[in-house]
């Protein structure tokens, strides 16, 4: 009676915390709850109340509290006591307990039996949770002790027992993969079963069975595209698979495609969106292929059903961004969609228009944004900034229209995300689209007068201090800074007082007024942005060159670098002797993490591109550090290449070279991989010859020993020619000894060995390999600073170029110096263009460049007149003997 009183006083609450729409579970107590599992040793079993419980252990489970050993292992003792009810939820929730408690509990492997019969007993309700919690708490010693059984699970022709067995033995795979390997005759039955999941399951398990055979895998694939998968999911999965495959070599089977094709024509509707969204995902796919997906998506979006039409239309939305001419066939259905219920559709369907419209159609597509914009999320707005972006990037005379547009969106309601994203395209704009400059900052300044986010004003005043001097009236920007320093947080202060002295520096006639603003600042309650004014104050005075050093150019060395370069100077017992140089420090090349974004969003840096330099330099530094007397007296690393491949992937040996750069010399890193199994390499070194006969090595380290499939590296330091040169091309052939060894144990065979050879491609060492790419935040002063340094002027005919945008990322590679202020970025139409590069030559001299490129509308040749300055006079001979 008792007993029933509880449980009855225990569902009221219940009932009760569900009505007051709180968590019933909010205020549970791990000791309480463990008290409480104490009921699962009264008989008789009260099941209601043991539920309950059990349900309140799993929410502590759950949630991360921490749950002793000893009191883990003796509730699930208790819940062993279980099984003697008769109860179905009660007994299901008992084989969910033991997969909670598994992981916290000591000795769960006495259930081992229990879940054994309950696998092969005649109940299907308990065979299927029951499999799933015995795989868990099996190991790959006991999984042979029931594999017959498992076997028969897989096949079992009740549908949930045979999904429970394949699920579980994916997740054996991880344990026991050569145990689970052994099944395969049994899946591929159960891959030909009638239940939807089953063959959806079943195909899975065979592919991990078979992935690390690429041969295997395409046989599968193969195989069941014939026919005989009749579900759905299945066949979604073996498009995945194909596809896989497709992208993984450049030499496919046309079969896999041929099959993904043939899945457009499914009666599945979901079948026939994976085949669709897989094809147009394909890369170096042609129009035609293209063609049947797009229709298909076309169709979809008619569909009465919702998810089909939001799919079709998130889908053609991705693809407008690589392939617009293609989805441009579908614009007519996608205008009917700006008006669907569905808000997020209406948002994909328009900026999918954006993306793909003709530039009449832009003020009217602005205007059914401007009707709905409100009442969608912020992850939706994103996406439609995101299409302006790109409009405007093809339409640049648009500003007009977009530019409100944007601000107004800036003026409404939203999160940081969302803010972010349009003062990134307000920026874009005022840097690229020279013509919209005036009205992009004046909505950026309206901006910061209400701005909540301190990260966002400070992004704004960098960029007021970058391009307000660039405008006619200058100082009309100045109240906008001014105003920060008044009334904004401390973060927001010092960037405006940097904002003021960058506009001071540019402009030589504001420069008093700015002077007396900054004295102002001497008066601040934060250090932070008295110290700014402090030096900026006293900078302002020096120099052209020392201006624009320390008060317009970034930071030359990444500050790893430079605390570490300071801590060895420290170190060493020089800081009274000999000065700080800071030429020792490496320099940061121009990172393309650090870029800003362009307006187009497909030419956002890849992740690989986003991978700093600095970063990888400093890695490549310690890694030659490591090697004893490689490095020594070279001083620190100034450059280091990407990886070069001197033969081909498929050969016997594959070499690549990576050139790191010092002050006078270059180490040559060729990294071997050899690719034989029957073969042992000893002694394996390089030869270089240069034709010219100025580059000879000065040190080899040899690799000792190259077994099969392990690389390892030769290092080879060569001093540069005291001729002055920085160019050549050494031919470079492979030395070593070889041994013949067992395959299967890679033990070599004997002691004999014989000498053999291969030629390499021929190295280039380039006047790029010198120049580190350093991109300046404001040319012009730079420029003007190094007037009293040599400028070489020369005059080439590019013959092996067709546009102007083509010559300069020509040029720029050759020079190994990076554009500046978005020089390289050409207008369309234009006939002639200037671009500025800058970047810094071993040993700390810094290097700045004009390159005038222009079109000769008689022949269409491309001319180019190339000004470099340097404040070393060979420096810039050098860099203008790049250009041949």
């Known amino acids: 009676v008792n007993s029933t009183m509880d449980s009855s006083s225990e569902m009221k609450r219940e009932k009760k915390d569900e009505e007051s729409g709180g968590n019933p579970y909010a205020k549970l107590d791990v000791t309480s709850v463990l008290q409480e599992c104490r009921a699962f040793n009264e008989t008789p079993v009260n099941a209601r109340k043991c539920c309950i419980i059990l349900t309140k252990l799993f929410h502590l489970v759950q949630q991360g509290d921490s749950i002793g050993r000893t009191e883990a292992t003796a509730a699930f003792f208790g819940v062993t006591k279980l099984w003697q009810s008769k109860d179905a939820t009660l007994r299901r929730l008992v084989y969910l307990a033991v997969k909670v408690l598994s992981t916290i509990s000591d000795d769960v492997i006495i259930v081992t039996s229990s879940l054994t019969k309950d696998m092969t007993g005649k109940e299907d309700a308990y065979r299927a949770p029951a499999i799933r919690a015995l795989c868990l708490i099996t190991d790959a010693a006991m999984l042979q002790t029931i594999e017959r059984y498992m076997k028969q699970a897989i096949v079992d022709r009740n549908s949930a027992v045979s999904s429970a067995a394949l699920v579980s033995s994916i997740h054996l795979m991880r344990k026991a993969g050569e145990v689970v390997r052994r099944w395969a005759n049994e899946v591929q039955e159960a891959a030909s079963a009638d239940g939807h999941m089953v063959q959806f399951h079943a195909l899975a398990l065979l592919y991990q069975i078979r992935s690390n055979d690429r041969l295997a895998v395409n046989k599968l694939v193969l195989k069941f595209a014939k026919g005989g998968m009749r579900s759905p ?337 420290v170190e060493n017992g020089e800081a009274h002797t000999n000065k700080f140089d800071l030429k020792s420090v490496p320099v940061c090349a121009a990172p393309a993490a650090k870029k800003a974004k362009t307006m187009l969003a497909e030419e956002a840096p890849s992740a690989k591109e986003k991978k700093s330099a600095a970063g990888a330099t400093a890695a490549a530094a310690e890694r030659l550090s490591l090697i004893e007397g490689l490095t020594n007296g070279l001083g620190p690393l100034f450059k280091s290449s990407p990886p070069i491949p001197l033969t081909d992937t498929v050969n016997e040996y594959t070499v690549h070279c990576t050139k790191h750069v010092f002050a006078s010399h270059v180490i040559l890193e060729f990294e071997c991989k050899n690719t034989l199994n029957d073969q042992l390499l000893v002694n394996v070194n390089v030869q270089l010859e240069d034709l010219e006969g100025e580059w000879n090595a000065s040190r080899q380290r040899p690799i000792s020993r190259l077994p099969y499939n392990e690389p390892a590296s030769i290092f080879v330091l060569l001093p540069f020619p005291e001729s002055g040169s920085v160019q050549g091309v050494l031919a470079a052939t492979l030395n070593f000894k070889v041994k013949d060894v067992d395959p299967s144990t890679g033990e070599p065979e004997s002691d004999d060995t014989y000498d053999d050879s291969y030629v390499l491609e021929e190295l280039e060492i380039s006047v790029s390999d010198s120049v580190q790419p350093l991109a300046k935040a404001s040319f012009g002063p730079a420029w003007n600073a190094l007037e009293e340094g040599d400028t070489v002027e020369e005059t080439f005919a590019l013959a092996s170029v067709n546009s102007i945008h083509e010559a300069i990322k020509k040029v720029a590679a050759l020079l190994g110096l990076a554009p500046c202020e978005r020089s390289d970025i050409v207008p369309e139409g234009k006939s002639r263009h200037v671009v500025m590069m800058s970047g810094v030559f071993r040993g700390g001299y810094e290097v700045l460049a004009k390159a005038n490129v222009a079109i000769d509308p008689s022949d269409n040749s491309i001319g180019l007149n190339l000004m470099i300055r340097s404040s070393e006079s060979t420096v810039a001979e050098i860099l203008a003997s790049a250009i041949v």
């Open 233 to 569: 999911f299945a066949l979604c999965y073996l498009i995945r698979i194909a596809k896989q495959l497709i992208e993984e070599d450049d030499q496919a089977d046309s079969s896999l495609f041929q099959f993904i094709d043939s899945c457009l024509r499914h009666k599945s509707e979901m079948v026939v969106y994976e085949a669709a969204s897989a094809i147009v995902s394909l890369p170096n796919t042609s129009p035609s292929e293209l063609a049947p997906a797009i229709s298909v998506l076309q169709l979809f979006c008619s569909s009465p059903k919702p998810s089909l039409r939001f799919a079709a239309v998130r889908t053609l939305n991705k693809v407008s961004v690589k392939h617009p001419q293609a989805v441009t066939s579908c614009n007519v259905d996608l205008e009917k969609l700006i008006t669907d219920a569905n808000r997020s559709i209406a948002t994909l369907a328009i900026t999918t228009l954006l993306k793909t419209g003709a530039e009449s159609s832009v003020e009217r597509l602005m205007k059914q944004i401007s009707s709905f914009v409100s009442e969608i999320s912020d992850e939706f707005k994103i996406v439609v900034v995101e299409a302006i972006r790109a409009l405007i990037a093809r339409y640049p005379r648009k500003h007009t229209v977009m530019l409100p547009f944007l601000a107004n969106m800036l003026r409404n309601d939203g999160g940081f995300e969302y803010k972010r994203e349009i003062v990134d395209t307000l920026i874009a704009i005022v840097e690229e689209n020279p013509d919209a400059r005036l009205a992009g900052l004046a909505q950026l300044c309206e901006f910061i007068e209400d701005c909540e986010h301190s990260a966002l004003a400070t992004k704004v005043l960098h960029l007021l201090g970058r391009e307000a001097p660039k405008t006619a009236n200058p100082h009309a920007y100045i109240r906008f800074v001014y105003n920060r320093v008044i009334l904004e947080t401390t973060q927001v202060r010092a960037a405006a007082v940097s904002a003021l002295a960058k506009i001071g520096a540019q402009c030589p006639q504001l420069r008093p007024s700015i002077e007396g603003l900054l004295t102002n600042c001497l008066l601040d309650s934060e250090d932070e942005v008295r110290d700014r004014a402090t030096f900026y104050l006293s900078v302002l005075d020096m120099s052209p060159s020392i201006v624009n050093s320390l008060v317009l150019d970034t930071l030359q060395s990444a500050p790893a670098a430079l605390e570490k370069a300071a801590a060895e100077y």
